[in-house]
């Protein structure tokens, strides 16, 4: 699998804890940086460092629109998203390596 495809993002906290939303083009490199907080930012000033979803899409724009669609939506409903595929909310980053 090539994972430098459109794709969006969910980091967890922890379970219950806080979410963030992202989108990247190179899903691997992107979530290694969140993890070692090499970037300034909501993520690494709130210790959110574990890909518990993610769906890859066929271009830049149409991950982007579902980006901003998550955004709106209730904690509630990204956390059924998320569990729908990944029930115990493990990390799914060793999966892509």
């Given amino acids: 699998m090539d ?3 459109p794709c969006v993002y ?12 992202g989108v990247t083009s190179d899903l691997i490199k ?5 993890k070692h907080d090499v970037v300034d930012g ?10 518990v979803w993610y769906e890859l899409h066929e271009t ?3 991950a982007i629109l579902r980006e901003k669609t998550l955004k709106g939506w209730r904690r509630a409903w990204k956390a059924r998203l998320i569990e729908g ?6 990390d799914l980053y060793p999966t892509l390596l």
């Fill in 30 to 34: 992107r979530i290694w940086q969140h």
């Fill in 85 to 90: 595929e990944n029930s115990e909310w493990l």
């Fill in 60 to 62: 830049m724009e149409s």
């Fill in 42 to 51: 909501f993520s690494k000033r709130f210790g959110v460092h574990t890909l």
């Fill in 3 to 5: 994972w430098r495809q």
């Fill in 10 to 21: 969910m980091l967890a906290s922890q379970r219950n804890g806080t979410l963030y939303i």
